[in-house]
Every structure is written in C-alpha cells, then in structure tokens.
Nanobody, 125 residues
C-alpha cells in the first residue's frame, strides 16, 4: 500500500508563490509516475501536472503551464509543485497521486491508483 502525504498549502495573495510537497511511502519511489490534481468547490477534480519516474519528463495542464513546475527528489521519496503567479482561480484542494504503470492518458484521474488526502490552497485577490 502506497501512502501519500501532502503539505505546504495555505492562504496567499494573488501574484505570490507557494510550494507544495508530497511525501510518499512507495518503495521504490523511483518506479512511480507522480502527478498533482486539484478540485475546486462544485467542480470535478482536474489534472495540474505530472512527472515520469526518473524526473526527466513533465507534462502540465494548459491553465498552469509557465506558472507551475513539478519536480521530484527520488532520494527523499518526495514530489513537489512550485506554484508562481498564483491567481484566484487556482484556489482548490490539491491532491498528490501515484501510478506504478502509466498506460493511458497521463492527465486522467483513472490512471492513478494512489491518492493523498489533499492540501488546501486559497488565493485571495
């Protein structure tokens, strides 16, 4: 069983930055593709960014491209989401997700078997 624990959420002003972390119990962590999703009130969970097991490939939702950066430290079994130039529409609960074998659409929630409990990000305008 893989456990994921997110941290780093909070309340920030529009235009500022925030960095989320997700610590994983997956062993070995370096074999899992990782991703961040988010869910705003009354909306479906949506893809934010993903990263392959080695960290050499990343992919993003168009809405965050150029503002958010996903990275990982396999030695620390941790994945990060650096969020810059935050907007009020980025307000959501952010979830970390893991996939051992990523076969299909890497932006689909169905491809990820393991999920964290989420961390709230609120951006005030």
């Amino acid at each position: 069983q893989v456990q994921l624990v997110e941290s780093g959420g909070g309340v920030v002003q529009a235009g500022s930055s925030l960095k989320l972390s997700c610590a994983a119990s997956a062993r070995p962590f370096s074999t899992y593709s990782m991703a961040w999703f988010r869910q705003a009130p009354g909306k479906e969970r949506e893809f934010v960014g993903g990263i392959n097991p080695s960290g050499t490939s990343t992919w993003y939702a168009d809405s965050v491209k150029g503002r958010f950066t996903i990275s990982r430290d396999n030695g620390k079994s941790t994945v990060y989401l650096q969020m810059n130039s935050l907007k009020s529409e980025d307000t959501a609960i952010y979830y970390c997700a893991a996939s051992y074998l990523l076969w299909g659409d890497p932006k689909s929630t169905g491809e990820y078997s393991y999920w964290g409990q989420g961390t709230q990000v609120t951006v005030s305008s």
